[in-house]
């Protein structure tokens, strides 16, 4: 597998595992990891991002093509694309 397409996977990867904790947090108020924990997941998801040219920058906010990016949701988006699957991933475990 290529570099890009690691980064790609790596950064799927890390918007699913991120959603999925936001969903617990405050949805379910059950979370499984420390706030600590999550803002690692939450740089590792940003640093993946400007690896793959996103501009990912906390302080001038998203750009067009990643408002959907997991690391820039302030609360659980039941709308966001991914938001179905982890709901009944969770909901069914």
């Known amino acids: ?4 397409k690691e980064l790609v996977s790596e950064f799927e ?3 699913k595992t991120l959603l999925r904790h936001k ?3 405050y949805v ?3 979370p499984i990891i420390s706030d600590f924990d999550y803002d690692m997941l939450e740089s590792q998801s940003l640093i993946t991002a400007k690896l ?7 302080w001038e906010g998203p750009e067009e093509n990643e408002k959907d990016h ?5 609360d659980f988006d039941p709308k966001h694309k991914l938001a179905k699957s982890i709901i009944e991933e969770l909901e069914n475990d």
């Open 1 to 4: 597998m290529g570099k890009v």
């Open 13 to 15: 990867n890390l918007q």
């Open 28 to 30: 379910k108020s059950a």
């Open 23 to 25: 969903y617990l947090y």
């Open 70 to 74: 997991i690391h820039w949701m302030v």
């Open 52 to 58: 793959l040219g996103f501009r990912a920058d906390k």
